[in-house]
């Protein structure tokens, strides 16, 4: 049995508030994660290209500001 079939398995065992608080923990979990993958891709310039597209648009005045 993998893994994610064990964890599902004994998800299913659970009261339903060890359930929310495992599903609260997922998602700070995956919110860590997208925070770090976030930091990574600023750090290896992974956004320069959209940072001087974004620049060149407001430089040329066609950018609008947020409501």
Do not use: N
Not at 2 to 11: C, G, L, M, N, R
Not at 36 to 63: M, N, P, Y
């Amino acid at each position: 049995m993998s893994t994610v079939k064990e964890i599902e398995a004994a998800i299913t065992k659970l009261q339903p508030e060890e359930i929310a608080a495992v599903a609260e923990w997922l998602a700070e979990f995956r919110e860590e994660m997208w925070d770090r993958q976030i930091a990574d891709d600023a750090q290896t310039g992974r956004f320069d290209s959209l940072i001087q597209k974004a620049k060149a648009e407001h430089r040329a005045g066609r950018a609008t500001p947020f409501p």
